[in-house]
C-alpha cells in the first residue's frame, strides 16, 4: 500500500517563508507523480492550488508556489498572510490511482 | 460558475448500501473526467474513485474496490456513487470533485460541498 507523508504540522510568522513537503513510499517524486497541491480551511471544502508539480492555477495567489525538492514535492508560501492558515494536501499519481497525503496543518502564528 | 451539489448521503447500518448523486452545473460535465473523494471525521483526504468523461475508464481505491460503483449521466449532468456492504470505516464526508480539461498532470480543480454518510448500528 503506497503511502504518501507530509510534515503533520508547521508553524510561520506572518511575512515568513515556509515549505512543505509531500514524500512517496515508493521512492523519489518525481515530474512523472504530476503533484497536485490544495488548501482546506476548516468546514470548508478542499481548493485546488497547485497542478503538475509547479503550474498554479488561475486563482492561486502569486505567493504560492510548488517545486520538486530533494525527491519531494514541495509547497512554498513566501509572505504568509493570517489567511494562509490551513490545512494543506499533496496528491500523487500512481498510473490508474491517486493518492493523498496525511496534510500539512499550517499555523500563522 | 462551476457548481457540484452532492446528495444522497445518511445514516445506514453496517453491511447496507447507498447511492450518492452528484449534479453539475456551469460547465459542460460531458467534457470532464470527475472523481469521488472522502474525509472520514476529523481526517485526511481519501480518493476513493475516478470515471473518465465518456466513462470508458474508471479506477477505484483498494479500500472500495469491489463494494463501490462509480457511474455517471451525461444527459442529466450527474456523477453518482453506488455504495455496497458499508462498513463503519466508510463513515466520511463524500465529495465529488472535477477533473480538470485538458490540463497535463492537473487532476482536481473543482470540489462540491460534500455529502456526509454514517455507517453506524
Known amino acids: 500500500q503506497t503511502v504518501v507523508t507530509q510534515e503533520p504540522s508547521l508553524t510561520v510568522s506572518p511575512g515568513g517563508t515556509v515549505t512543505l513537503t509531500c514524500a512517496s513510499s515508493?521512492?523519489?517524486?518525481?515530474?512523472?507523480?504530476?503533484a497536485n497541491w490544495f488548501q482546506q480551511k476548516p468546514g470548508q471544502a478542499p481548493r485546488a492550488l497547485i497542478y503538475?508539480?509547479?503550474n498554479k492555477h488561475s486563482w492561486t495567489p502569486v505567493r504560492f508556489s510548488g517545486s520538486l525538492l530533494g525527491g519531494k514535492a514541495a509547497l512554498s508560501l513566501s509572505g504568509v498572510q493570517p489567511e494562509d492558515e490551513a490545512e494543506y494536501y499533496c496528491?500523487?499519481?500512481?498510473?490508474?490511482?491517486?493518492?493523498f497525503g496525511g496534510g500539512t496543518k499550517l499555523t500563522v502564528l | 460558475e462551476v457548481q457540484l451539489v452532492e446528495s444522497g448521503g445518511g445514516l445506514v447500518q453496517p453491511g447496507g448500501s447507498l447511492r450518492l448523486s452528484c449534479i453539475a452545473s456551469?460547465?459542460?460535465?460531458?467534457?470532464?473526467?470527475m472523481h469521488w473523494v472522502r474525509q472520514a471525521p476529523g481526517k485526511g483526504l481519501e480518493w476513493v474513485s475516478y470515471?473518465?468523461?465518456?466513462?470508458?475508464?474508471?479506477y477505484y481505491a483498494d479500500s472500495v474496490r469491489g463494494r463501490f460503483t462509480i457511474s455517471r449521466d451525461n444527459a442529466k449532468n450527474s456523477l453518482y456513487l453506488q455504495m455496497n456492504s458499508l462498513r463503519a470505516e466508510d463513515t466520511a464526508v463524500f465529495y465529488c470533485?472535477?477533473?480538470?480539461?485538458?490540463?497535463?498532470?492537473?487532476?482536481?480543480?473543482?470540489w462540491g460541498q460534500g455529502a456526509l454518510v454514517t455507517v453506524s448500528s
Open positions: 470533485a472535477r477533473g480538470c480539461y485538458a490540463s497535463r498532470g492537473c487532476w482536481i480543480d473543482s
Open positions: 456551469g460547465f459542460t460535465f460531458s467534457s470532464y473526467s
Open positions: 470515471i473518465s468523461s465518456r466513462s470508458d475508464t474508471v
Open positions: 515508493t521512492g523519489a517524486v518525481t515530474s512523472g507523480s504530476y
Open positions: 503538475d508539480t509547479i
Open positions: 496528491l500523487l499519481y500512481y498510473g490508474g490511482a491517486w493518492v
